[in-house]
Nanobody, 116 residues
Framework: QVQLVESGGGLVQAGGSLRRSCTVS????????MGWFRQAPGKDREFVGS????????SYADSVKGRFTISRDNAKSTVYLQMNSLKPEDTAVYYC?????????WGQGTQVTVSS
C-alpha cells in the first residue's frame, strides 16, 4: 500500500519561504507522478504543481510559477516543494498526492499560513 508522509509547513510572514517534503513509502509502479495541491477555506482543492519520478519533468500552476519549485530525490522517494516569495493568498492546507494517471494516494495535509 502506497503511503505518503508530509512534513514542513507552518507560519511565515509575507515574502518569506517555506519548504515542504513528501516521502512515499512502498513506492511502486503505482507512483509515477507526484503532485502538490492546496485547499484554502471555502475553496476547492487546486493544483499547485507536479513532478514525474522518472524524468523529473515539472508542471506548475500559473499562480505559483517563478515562486515555487518542485524537486525530487529518487533515492529517498521524497519530493520537495520549495515556496519562496510567499503571499497571504498562498495560505491553505497543502497536500501531496501520487498515482499513475490520476492522484490515487494522498498525504495527510499540512497548514501553511502566510501573514501580511
Amino acid at each position: 500500500q502506497v503511503q505518503l508522509v508530509e512534513s514542513g509547513g507552518g507560519l511565515v510572514q509575507a515574502g518569506g519561504s517555506l519548504r515542504r517534503s513528501c516521502t512515499v513509502s512502498a513506492r511502486s509502479w503505482r507512483s509515477v507522478i507526484m503532485g502538490w495541491f492546496r485547499q484554502a477555506p471555502g475553496k476547492d482543492r487546486e493544483f499547485v504543481g507536479s513532478i514525474a519520478w522518472s524524468s523529473g519533468r515539472t508542471s506548475y500552476a500559473d499562480s505559483v510559477k517563478g515562486r515555487f519549485t518542485i524537486s525530487r530525490d529518487n533515492a529517498k522517494s521524497t519530493v520537495y516543494l520549495q515556496m519562496n516569495s510567499l503571499k497571504p493568498e498562498d495560505t491553505a492546507v497543502y497536500y501531496c498526492g501520487t498515482g499513475v494517471s490520476t492522484y490515487d494516494y494522498w498525504g495527510q495535509g499540512t497548514q501553511v499560513t502566510v501573514s501580511s
